[in-house]
């Protein structure tokens, strides 16, 4: 133990060793101090890769979802262009069946037109035709009794100017046989008629009787047009009663004129025998 006024152990080292000692201690902590530096240099700059990798990462990653959203809206794009070229496609395919829809219904408009203007000139052709016809039947008709035109053919008065009947009585005298058998060699050659034998009484009486005895009136002059030639099927009879007089009043003649059978005749191409009720 060594105390403080005792005198210290002179070194055993002489002062040129001691000098290399105490340099090559210098040496030794200059090179643990760069040492030191150097680790820590390192641990800074690994600490800064780490940061740089991780921005790098997050680069990446941001890079990576800006690619795939670029991806995802190229496909999209890419996808709605397909979309539309398929609706442009349908588009135009629509837009021919238009067109060819178009141009047949303009075909079928003008056929029809045509066949229009054809129906139409071959009715207006048939019209001359079946007028010029009733005119010659009126002609001939009005030799034997009074014919007058109607909207649909002609109407033959049947009174006592041509055929009289009794009173009370539905029976065609002998006498006025030979006038129905004229009428009957008219009607014979007409094709496309109808004929009308409608009976009239007159206003004594009850209006059922009157009826009755009428329609007697028309089926005996429609029976001798039948046995003169006439085709049963185009005949029909009706009977008004006192209805439509002729001649309005009650003298003899007056009730004379209205006992009549009325022949209506009929273009049965056009219209039917209703049409040719009596003109008032």
Do not use: C
């Amino acid at each position: 133990m060594i105390f403080e006024n005792e005198p210290r152990p002179r070194s055993t080292l002489d002062p040129q060793q001691d000098h290399r000692r105490k340099k090559s201690s210098f040496r030794l902590a200059a090179g643990l101090i760069a040492l030191l530096a150097l680790a820590g240099f390192a641990v800074w700059r690994l600490h800064s890769f780490e940061t740089e990798m991780a921005q790098l990462s997050r680069q990446v990653a941001q890079a990576e979802e800006k690619s795939n959203q670029a991806l995802l809206h190229a496909s999209q794009a890419e996808a709605s262009a397909q979309q539309a070229a398929q609706q442009r496609d349908q588009a135009e395919q629509a837009k021919t069946q238009f067109q060819q829809a178009a141009q047949a219904a303009t075909q079928q408009a003008e056929t029809a037109q045509a066949q229009a203007t054809k129906a139409q000139q071959e009715a207006e052709q048939y019209r001359e035709q079946r007028e010029a016809e009733l005119a010659r039947l009126q002609q001939a008709l009005s030799q034997i009794a009074e014919t007058r035109r109607t909207a649909m053919g002609l109407i033959m008065t049947l009174d006592n100017n041509s055929i009289r009947f009794d009173f009370d009585r539905a029976d065609v005298k002998p006498q006025y046989r030979e006038v129905l058998s004229r009428v009957a060699g008219v009607l014979t050659a007409l094709r496309g008629y109808r004929i009308d034998v409608d009976g009239y009484a007159d206003d004594v009486g009850p209006e059922e009787y009157n009826i009755k005895l009428s329609q007697r009136r028309a089926a005996a002059v429609r029976d001798y047009l039948v046995q003169a030639g006439l085709d049963p099927s185009i005949l029909s009879t009706n009977g008004y009663g006192k209805a439509d007089p002729r001649i309005l009043g009650r003298s003899d003649d007056a009730r004379a004129a209205n006992r009549r059978v009325e022949i209506a005749i009929v273009d049965s191409t056009v219209g039917s025998a209703a049409a040719l009720a009596p003109e008032h």
